[in-house]
């Protein structure tokens, strides 16, 4: 199901402010590393280098080159994209990674108890795991604040208009009608999360195309987490397989079986005795029955029916 | 008085009771995890518990084992050299009769075997695979996302997950024989639960080539009064 709503962002308009990043992190009261050479200088207006427990939105920084003498920055909005086909929910074993109501991906952190298969399973590695607390964090939509009838925090603070949020519908047809305004000087120009992971609660306008902004070309569920998905179905049918095999031989063997005194080893003429007489070393494995069966034998030799007493 | 064999040391039996018992609190505990909805049913503070013993038995199932190899070191020894003995035709024709033994044991005179039967072989070394599997992988996943690459961790994942299929697939099969369930190897478990000592008869039965060397050698038997 995709959500019924749905944040715009807009990458011709975003100037990299972070004012986004700076409102999600005031708004969910995410601490900042402030000792000295917690965030050293990259080389970028980057910063910090990737999402943690306590960074849940951030703006990717790229330089583009337009053309022999202009370079220029594409900026990219490293978040939850809140997928209809969403992996982090089918992996969560406790329903803390769940659908809210209007279709966005909340993690429940009451809920979680740190396991981070939603960390493994998301192909947009968006999903932390806090040390602070040993839970999986990542972006909630502001559902607090949607509740109160308020916007996300981050579109709250983007002085540009680079975010808009809205019904999803309106934020698709929106980014469609600026994708073809762009389209003259941006030829590659995209409109991303509208198929992808069968649509997003983030659409994104991109000038340069997907890549250039640091998003990852047709994404998908890791082929490892949807096999682990069948996993319990699969060892389910196996467990009862084992189970059934396991009935069929218990009937089958039923009544079979040997005295605890009735083998016995001849010391002297070292050989194993069956009720005292010595066992015949040539004796088919197969003891009676079919014809073709009685032509294996333990030690290759052809065995006649009846020959073999049997050690039951 | 019955000849009995001693089959297992103390140490042989510490260390497959200390995998037995930690093996299913961990089965039970990854179980909750597992199963999709069974955590969410039970509550976060079962599952968090449930985590929690789940981490804090995986570290015993990787020491306490150690401990009983450290304690006698031919132990292991010992294993090692029977799970990679070669093959011979005893061991072939076993493992191609024994699909159909299972169903009817009385129609078959099975081969004689060696210290280990060769399905059980086959089965011990992937067994032994699985729960080295599950011993790297347990500890890739406690080290977690922060320190290692998300992929290593998605591996591991996977990696514990499937053995875990696998597994219990072998465990049911190995409790039904093992347990003595299956009527044949109904004296068995005494080897295991008991005081190690497999009578006479029942080690001619299943291990003929091993009881042969051992009642001629004398080293390992004794005498007692028939259980």
Sequence with gaps: MASSIAILFDASKCTGCKGCQVACKSWNQLPAPLDFGDAPFSGTYESPMENTGDTWLRITFDEIEVDENRVTLSFGRDACKHCSDAPCVSVCSSGACHRAHNGTIVLDESKCFGCQYCVAACPFKVPKFSDRDNKAKKCSFCQDRLQNGLTPACRKSCPVGALDFGARKDMMAKAQRRALELMPDFPNVEVYGVTQMDGMGVISILPFGAAEHRETVNPQAPLMTRIENALPAIAGVGVLGALGVTAAAFIGGRGSGYTEEQYTYDKVRRVTCDGGKPMDPDAPIVKVGLKTENKVNAKGAEAKEGEVKSND | ?227
């Design chain 2, 1 to 227: 008085m019955t000849k009995y064999i001693r089959r297992h040391n103390f140490w042989a039996r510490f260390v497959h009771w200390a995998y037995a018992v930690f093996g299913i609190i961990l089965l039970i505990t990854g179980l909750t995890i597992f199963v999709p909805g069974l955590g969410e049913l039970l509550g976060v503070e079962v599952l968090q518990t449930s985590s929690q013993v789940h981490m804090i038995v995986g570290i015993l199932f990787v020491v306490v084992p150690i401990i009983g190899y450290i304690a006698k070191p031919s132990n292991l020894k010992h294993i090692l050299q029977n799970l990679f003995r070669r093959w011979d035709k005893d061991d072939v024709d076993f493992m191609k009769f024994f699909p159909l033994y299972l169903f009817n044991p009385k129609k078959y005179n099975m081969p004689k075997q060696h210290y280990i039967k060769s399905g059980q072989r086959a089965s011990d070394i992937v067994m032994y695979l699985l729960i080295l599997v599950f011993m790297v992988s347990g500890v890739l996943m406690l080290v977690g996302t922060n320190l290692l690459p998300v992929w290593v961790f998605a591996v591991a994942k996977f990696a514990h997950q499937l053995a875990f299929v696998l597994f219990a697939v072998l465990l049911v099969v190995h409790i039904f024989l093992g347990a003595g369930i299956f009527q044949p190897y109904r004296r068995l478990p005494r080897g295991m639960f008991g005081d190690g000592l497999v009578s006479e008869s029942d080690a001619l039965y299943h291990w003929g080539h091993w009881a042969e060397e051992e009642l001629a050698s004398g080293e390992n038997v004794v005498e007692k009064p028939s259980s």
